[in-house]
């Protein structure tokens, strides 16, 4: 017989990282194993549904989470007009690294290991970070765009999984080509049926389970 994790209700945080101020939310479940950090990708926030429905399972895992939004306020409106700030891959790999520095100081998370968990453009930031630091254990992307990582792609030795669609063709090939140039454990998991945004009965819950016990695999 399982044990029900209680859940309690999200802490908005705020992190001052590379001279900006972002906005978060924290949920810290009871006697947490880890930490997982979120990195939304293109035009999403942390009020993502895609990514809190994710988070809700990981945190009846035990498992902490930090939905993050890697744009101010001001940004993000520049951006939905113009997509100026999505692609900036350095910047957003820049304030996730900054974020995953507050968490090692903040006193609720600083004992956790930590994972990340990109979405779209933000599962790029999320190997840079990676690479970039020894802290974070774990990496699960969601229809994302790891080759925009370019180069800072064959220094990652951290353990990921790519999670896609079996409807998003492009994408698929485009997380084989970065299958080859990581140089840690990896998986690429496709999702038969499911199109790039996972929005088919059953295909978000896979993604889901799929990361939980990713995350319960490496996060020690």
């Not at 895609?50 to 939905?67: M, S």
């Not at 993000?76 to 700030?85: G, I």
Request: proline share 6%; with cysteine; glycine share 8%.
């Amino acid at each position: 017989m399982s044990t029900r994790v209680e859940i309690s209700p999200a802490l908005p945080v705020r992190l001052d990282v590379s001279g900006v101020v972002l906005n978060g939310d924290l949920s810290l479940p009871a006697e947490a194993r880890g930490l997982v950090l979120f990195a939304h990708g293109s035009g999403s926030s942390r009020h993502s549904p895609r990514n809190k429905a994710v988070a809700e399972v990981l945190q009846h895992g035990r498992f902490a989470t930090l939905l993050l939004d890697l744009l101010t306020r001001e940004e993000d409106l520049a951006d939905s007009a113009t997509a100026e700030f999505r692609f900036d891959i350095p910047m957003l790999s820049d304030r996730l690294v900054g974020a995953i520095d507050w968490t090692r100081t903040h006193p609720q998370t600083s004992p956790l290991p930590v994972g990340l968990f990109g979405a779209s453009t933000g599962a790029a930031a999320a190997l840079i970070a990676a690479a970039r630091r020894t802290a974070v254990c774990a990496v699960v992307s969601r229809g994302g765009r790891p080759d925009l990582a370019q180069a800072m792609l064959d220094a990652v030795a951290t353990p990921t999984l790519l999670i896609v669609g079996g409807q998003d063709k492009v994408v698929i090939e485009l997380n084989r080509q970065t299958l080859e140039r990581l140089n840690g454990p990896k998986t690429l998991e496709i999702v038969p049926g499911a199109t790039h945004l996972f929005e088919e009965p059953g295909a978000l819950e896979q993604v889901a389970r799929m990361a939980n016990d990713w995350f319960a695999r490496y996060l020690h």
